[in-house]
């Protein structure tokens, strides 16, 4: 059985509230970033909420008491930036600056990095860059089905298969796992296709930008891509567009029971950078997948 999906996935349309409301342009990042360089553990600046929310989302800030979630800088929330600039390896100060912003303002993958549950993040020690969902969740098989399946039309079936039959194939090159697409009427293992907005699993996405796809962990299976992004099906990518085949590995990574790798060389690096193709897995990734089930 799939752990929570809340766990797992920012829900709502988070980073709209977010990051659309801070650094909706380059004068109000400006502003942003010259308002939360002031700010100091002890005092009240608006819109740390925003921030409390965002590190919540991905696992950094944990309150279980929503009357923390203000504009007031509290220890918590100190915590949470150590364990987020640590993570990400920036300088570690418990402080809001230009790094961390640009880091936040970056689109990205919606699932989250942390999932120890704790609020005591900055101690968290880890022996390798990629990571698990909690309880290290597997599929029971090797053998899995695939469909195509959207609510929104972006990129056609036909062109889509093979670029999801590539992304497949790149982790089965590299595990005892084989993937073969369903006929369309029979039920599969993995379903995969673009959905707008809400679109019936309680994490609607939040239109271009910010949270690009997403997908659950063993045995659940879906994967979704974000229907309002500037999605690109080429072997060259314009600066403001969205490689499906590199996202489409990333997110098959999760359906395979990983979480996100601290490397950004990794496949499963959360952050992408539009404009990117990054198609190959690297060391850390093949590490991860073996550690999960040749190491069972």
């Not at 740390?48 to 509290?74: I, R, W």
């Not at 809001?96 to 704790?118: A, H, L, Q, Y």
């Amino acid at each position: 059985m799939a752990p929570k999906l809340s766990h797992h996935i920012i829900s709502q349309a988070l980073f709209l509230l977010i990051i659309q409301s801070l650094f909706v342009n380059s004068e109000s990042y400006s502003r942003s970033l010259q308002l939360f360089e002031r700010a100091q553990k002890g005092y009240t600046f608006k819109g740390l909420n925003h921030v409390k929310q965002y590190l919540e989302a991905f696992g950094y800030y944990y309150s279980n008491n929503d009357a923390n979630f203000t504009d007031h800088f509290d220890s918590l929330l100190e915590s949470a930036l150590k364990a987020y600039q640590q993570y990400y390896r920036l300088e570690v100060t418990g402080k809001i600056n230009s790094d961390i912003m640009k880091k936040m303002s970056t689109p990205r993958c919606g699932v989250r990095d942390v999932f120890n549950g704790s609020n005591d993040g900055f101690k968290f020690r880890m022996v390798a860059n990629y990571s698990f969902f909690n309880g290290m969740p597997r599929w029971n098989k090797r053998q899995l089905t695939y469909k195509l399946r959207s609510s929104a039309y972006v990129i056609s079936d036909r062109q889509l298969r093979p670029i999801i039959a590539r992304a497949f194939g790149k982790w089965a090159g590299v595990s005892n796992f084989t993937f073969r697409e369903a006929w369309v009427f029979n039920p599969s293992d993995i379903v995969v296709g673009f959905h707008r907005r809400f679109h019936w699993d309680n994490y609607p996405f939040d239109g271009p930008g910010n949270v690009l796809a997403h997908a659950f962990a063993p045995e659940d299976g879906r994967l979704h891509y974000d229907a309002d992004e500037n999605w690109s099906t080429n072997n060259l990518t314009r600066l403001d567009q969205i490689d499906v085949e590199s996202i489409s590995i990333h997110e098959i990574g999760h359906i395979l029971g990983l979480g996100h790798s601290r490397d950004p060389n990794a496949i499963m690096y959360p952050y992408y950078r539009p404009g990117t193709i990054k198609r190959n897995l690297g060391q850390d990734d093949i590490d991860g997948i073996r550690a999960l089930y040749f190491g069972q």
